[in-house]
């Protein structure tokens, strides 16, 4: 198995002095080697929960992964593939985030997909706690806030329309 030197990382791994192209590849390789132990975590984003979510990556008919996958005209930095195609996506943040257009995208079609830190990739798997903190998915909140939002919005559009219904009186 594939293991990360600690003398290379253990110091600080989220440290400013490592190259872009050397941290970026080792947490792709990384994802890769130990995916199937990883487990993804989000923080909805919401005012109203704030709850941690498991984020499920890795498919129940799970069959390969790869770095620098090619889906559509978009390159994935570890794709993960069912038996059927791809069916979710790691991207690693070392300097830039994933553009809104790539992120739409894989949410658009179905996929599970994480935005995560490649110091974070390579903390977790240094401590042996397998838990990586979830930058960005494509659930933006928990579905209850969703829910709870959506109430929100009806009640205060029900609102302004009785408002303006008033007025026009």
Request: with cysteine; proline share 1%; charged share 25%.
């Amino acid at each position: 198995a594939y293991e990360i030197p600690k003398r290379d990382w253990s110091s600080d791994v989220c440290s400013s002095d490592l190259s872009e192209s050397r941290e970026h590849s080792a947490a792709k390789h990384t994802v890769v080697t130990h995916l199937q132990r990883l487990k993804f975590v989000y923080t909805c984003s919401s005012r109203i929960c704030g709850a941690t979510y498991n984020i499920q990556i890795v498919p129940s008919d799970f069959h390969h992964c790869s770095e620098e996958m090619n889906w559509g005209s978009y390159r994935l930095d570890v794709g993960v593939c069912g038996f059927f195609g791809v069916k979710s996506a790691v991207e690693i943040l070392v300097t830039h985030k994933v553009d809104d257009g790539k992120c739409r995208a894989l949410t658009d079609a179905g996929l599970a997909w994480v935005e995560v830190k490649a110091c974070n990739v390579l903390s977790a798997v240094l401590n042996g706690t397998f838990t990586v903190k979830v930058e960005k998915c494509a659930m933006d909140v928990c579905d209850v806030c969703a829910v709870v939002e959506v109430e929100k919005d009806r009640k205060s559009t029900r609102l302004n329309s009785s408002h303006v219904s008033e007025s026009r009186m």
